[in-house]
């Protein structure tokens, strides 16, 4: 069976004219942008339990065969689900396996679907400046942030806790830990499943229907922005201007993504934000302390303004800081297209070992 096809640009996109011949098997399957968004989403959740199975069970039965590493198991565990007093040792293994799967969970899709690596948020071009503007720029906020709640007497600064090279080693570690979290999160939360989620919506949406794709990105950020600030509702220190705040960072963070074609400002944002409020300034982050802080401080005045014990992020005065991200991300990223956006799929560039079984799916003789 042969299909007609006419190509355009890059893209092959089929001929409006041409009869729909395929069967009903591949007609479920699979549409104008390749494999369906739907179809998608539940072998990338099959995938992430799989390996969630792989990378949790396999040291758990490991360590019931040897004592030893066992018990450094359950330490690493005990120590990356301390919140009362993070280390950064902690927060470097809890964030640490699910970027390793989610990196390379991303690259098993684009395999499967046929797509650029790039397209979900990993970007091309640009990562190098977009992380150092977004690091810059979260940095930026936040001593903002924090420098008004001063100034208001709504944040009290107790003084030094470290000093030279004690630091220094801390300010290091700290910093590579946030880093860690800025990738893990945003690419848990805003890489396969905002761009699947936006061709779900825009699919859903009439063809003669003008911006649709922006429409669907739009309503897929929206859902991921609620899950993102509801995630932190685990911390019991967080309070429901934290978790609005919360939902608020995520738009932000996905209109970087628009904007730029890549989660490389906000990953830099999210990482400088967080090291910011951790160690530099030695606030709350949704309520939580860290060990090795530079700073000592404590909130005063009325809870909704100086974020009480959840941290400024808690505070009323965190939505000023981040429409003023909006602002700095129109200022300091230069618009670029979303990476093939929506786009139809070139059979013809179809990667081994997948080409063979998609085209015979998609009906190709």
């Not at 409006?16 to 399957?29: F, G, I, M």
């Not at 066992?70 to 927060?91: C, F, I, K, T, Y």
């Not at 220190?237 to 919360?246: C, H, N, P, Q």
């Amino acid at each position: 069976m042969n299909t007609n096809i006419a190509q355009s640009g890059t893209m092959l996109d089929p001929k409006p004219s041409e009869p729909d011949a395929r069967r009903w098997y591949q007609k479920v399957l699979f549409g104008d942008w390749g494999l369906r968004a739907g179809w998608g989403l539940l072998l990338y959740f099959a995938l992430i339990f799989l390996s969630q199975a792989i990378v949790d069970g396999i040291p758990h039965w490991y360590g019931k065969h040897h004592p030893a590493f066992g018990a450094a198991l359950q330490h690493a565990e005990n120590a990356s689900r301390d919140l009362q007093n993070r280390q950064p040792g902690g927060v470097l293994i809890s964030h640490g396996k699910p970027i390793a799967v989610v990196l390379l969970l991303l690259w098993i899709m684009s395999k499967i679907e046929r797509r650029p690596y790039a397209a979900y948020g990993w970007g091309s071009r640009h990562r190098a400046r977009d992380f150092a503007v977004g690091f810059l720029c979260g940095l930026v906020l936040l001593s903002l942030l924090v420098g008004v709640l001063w100034a208001a007497h709504l944040l009290v600064f107790d003084g030094i806790l470290l000093s030279g090279p004690q630091a220094l080693l801390y300010g290091v570690k700290w910093l590579l830990a946030f880093c860690l979290v800025g990738l893990s999160e945003e690419f848990l939360t805003r890489g396969y499943f905002q761009y699947t989620l936006a061709r779900g919506f825009a699919g859903l949406i009439p063809k003669r229907v003008a911006h649709r794709y922006g429409i669907g990105f739009t309503v897929a950020a929206i859902l991921l922005a609620i899950d993102f600030g509801a995630g932190h509702s685990s911390h019991s220190t967080e309070s429901m201007i934290g978790l609005v705040a919360g939902g608020l960072v995520g738009l932000l963070f996905s209109y970087s993504l628009w904007r730029s074609g890549s989660l490389w400002w906000a990953i830099g944002a999210h990482a400088s934000w967080d090291w910011a409020q951790s160690f530099l300034y030695g606030v709350g982050d949704s309520g939580v302390l860290c060990h090795g802080r530079l700073l000592a401080s404590h909130p005063a005045g009325q809870t909704f303004l100086s974020g009480g014990v959840t941290g400024p992020e808690g505070s009323i005065l965190a939505v000023g800081a981040i429409l003023l991200g909006a602002v700095l991300v129109q200022v300091t990223l230069p618009k670029r297209t979303y990476p093939l956006l929506l786009q139809p799929i070139n059979r013809s560039t179809a990667p081994h070992p997948f080409r063979r079984f998609y085209c015979e799916m998609r009906g190709k003789s």
